[in-house]
């Protein structure tokens, strides 16, 4: 059975939540810290992470940080603080949804469920993209879709796959300006909700992997007000 992941120092809250999931017949396990956290989600496979913001040592955003590295996994934060500011840097460093302590039980169970449709859509959607994909070679970068990888001057270079699908899009779209909507629907599969959060954070992460110079793109270029473009350049 696939589970959830919680991390949650609170431990009161932590055995709430898993008896929601499990009324749901979600299975889950718990972790009291950001390290043991990124520990378990090495070892063992989850369809979604539920993170804390406020954890002591590894705070939530570190913890984050550090999973999106290497992982795709949806991620809920838990905080808190009803601020904005707490939000966006969530959403810009990859969290997918977000939701305010004290929590209404029906509430938290449809944002877990709209987050594991999501979870299993993208990963119809790429089993069923997969086969009719090409090799795409530019000056410099050669984006292979098999292995969900690219090979630049510094080697090859494995991407998430996110990463990987919102490069793709992009490239098969050489010189053309994409909105923001149009990367969204097109990666996600699901209707545009006008949080650039993810995108921004992913392009952001896929410059720093590939290009020379993250702050000075030759390949995904922003086009202010509108998107981005594929350099047709290249």
Known sequence: ?????????????????????????????????????????????????????????????????????N?????????????????????????DDYITKPFNTDEFLARVDSLIRRYNMNNKANQNTEDCRETLHFDGLEIFPDEYSVKTDKGMIELLPKEFDILYFCAINQGRILTKKQIYEAVWNESYAFDDNNIMSVISRIRKKIEEDSSNAKYIQGVKGIGYRFNKGV
């Open 71 to 95: 992982s795709d996994i949806p991620v809920l934060m838990l905080t808190a603080k009803d601020d904005t500011s707490s939000k966006v840097k969530g959403l810009r460093l990859g969290a």
């Open 1 to 69: 059975m696939k589970k959830i992941l919680i991390a949650d120092d609170d431990k009161e809250l932590c055995k709430l939540i898993q008896i929601t999931l499990k009324s749901e017949n979600i299975d889950s396990k718990i972790c009291f810290s950001g390290i043991e956290a990124i520990n378990e989600l090495e070892k063992d496979e989850y369809i979604m992470l539920i993170l804390d913001v406020m954890m002591p040592g590894l705070d939530g955003f570190r913890t984050l940080e550090i999973v999106r590295e």
